[in-house]
């Protein structure tokens, strides 16, 4: 049960509509952004709710229990806000968000009636709309471990220990030329092939500046991403690398010298072996039981 404030509950009370809804959305980098589907902007906090962007929601569904609750929000995409650039880039991607329940007369009572984070988004023309998960979409995450061959540590992570500040596992460098979607090839650029398949690129400049991506293959100095980056390639960007890792003991052993700390099982017995008959005693011998 939510602790009304007693202010809004009186509001409440007299039957007079003197509310809104305020939605804050806090971003990886921390800025913090404010909308309302007032018809003037509200300020609470040290944020200011913009109006202009015309922000409406869907009825929020929520239960007790531990099933997940949520919401969608629909709104324009402006310069001052939500631009269709920072969404394209995922400047937005799991962003912090709380709505609120505003009396616009007196916006000091208010009540949370939300918190969670920014999920799916879709944009179309000049607008959006955007997925709101709830706390308990976080329990529904996998947790633990899984007995597989393959490492479950994230390179350079505390189970790993790959030190990925070493100047053998960083490079920086700029497109020289782009030759397609999520193809390059590259200047100034010292990264050894080998080490950096698979690694974590971050552009340092150019219209995808702050995005990320995976190089998925690396053949002199040509790189090509996993993934077409929201935003075109063009000559002069600049970006970053980190080394990459398959999650192999072979690379883990041969490449960083690191299998005291590799995170799988590499000798784990295949499916083969498993239905192998073992004819070592009377009871293993592949026939029926009983």
Same mark, same amino acid.
């Given at each position: 049960m939510r602790d009304i404030p007693n202010a809004l509950a009186a509001s409440l009370a007299s039957g007079v509509t003197t509310l809104a809804r305020c939605w804050t959305v806090t971003r990886g980098d921390g800025e913090a952004l404010g909308f309302t589907d007032h018809d003037r902007d509200l300020a609470f906090g040290g944020v200011t709710y913009r109006a202009a962007t015309g922000m409406t929601a869907s009825a929020a569904e929520s239960a007790l229990g531990l099933a997940v609750d949520g919401l969608e929000v629909a709104g324009a995409l402006d310069s001052e806000g939500l631009s269709e650039k920072d969404l394209a880039r995922g400047a937005f991607d799991g962003a912090a968000v709380e709505l609120w329940l505003v009396d616009w007369s007196d916006p000091s009572s208010r009540l949370l009636l939300f918190s969670g984070a920014l999920g799916e988004v879709a944009r179309g023309g000049r607008a959006f709309t955007a997925e709101l998960r709830g706390l308990t979409h976080a329990l529904g995450q996998p947790r633990?471990?899984?007995?597989?061959?393959?490492?479950?540590?994230?390179?350079?992570?505390?189970?790993?220990?790959?030190? =990925? $500040?070493? &100047?053998?596992?960083?490079?920086?460098? *700029?497109?020289?030329?782009?030759?397609?979607?999520?193809?390059? /090839?590259?200047?100034?650029?010292?990264?050894?092939?080998?080490?950096?398949?698979?690694?974590?690129?971050?552009?340092?400049?150019?219209?995808?500046?702050g995005a990320v991506g995976e190089i998925r293959r690396q053949t002199d100095g040509?790189?090509? =991403? $996993?993934? &077409?980056?929201?935003?075109?390639?063009? *000559?002069g960007d600049g970006f970053k690398v980190t080394a990459?890792? /398959?999650?192999?003991?072979?690379?883990?052993?041969?490449?960083?010298?690191?299998?005291?700390?590799?995170?799988?099982?590499?000798?784990?017995?295949?499916?083969?072996?498993?239905?192998?008959?073992?004819r070592t005693g009377p009871d293993n011998d592949g026939g029926r039981l009983g």
């Open positions: 633990g471990r899984l007995y597989q061959r393959a490492c479950d540590a994230d390179l350079g992570d505390a189970r790993c220990g790959v030190d =990925l $500040a070493r &100047a053998e596992n960083k490079a920086t460098g *700029e497109v020289r030329e782009r030759l397609g979607p999520r193809l390059f /090839d590259t200047r100034d650029y010292d990264g050894a092939a080998s080490r950096f398949e698979r690694g974590r690129l971050v552009w340092t400049s150019g219209a995808n500046e040509r790189i090509e =991403l $996993a993934e &077409a980056p929201a935003l075109p390639i063009a *000559e990459g890792c /398959d999650k192999t003991w072979k690379t883990c052993r041969d490449r960083f010298e690191n299998q005291l700390n590799f995170r799988g099982c590499p000798n784990m017995p295949g499916n083969d072996w498993l239905a192998l008959p073992i």
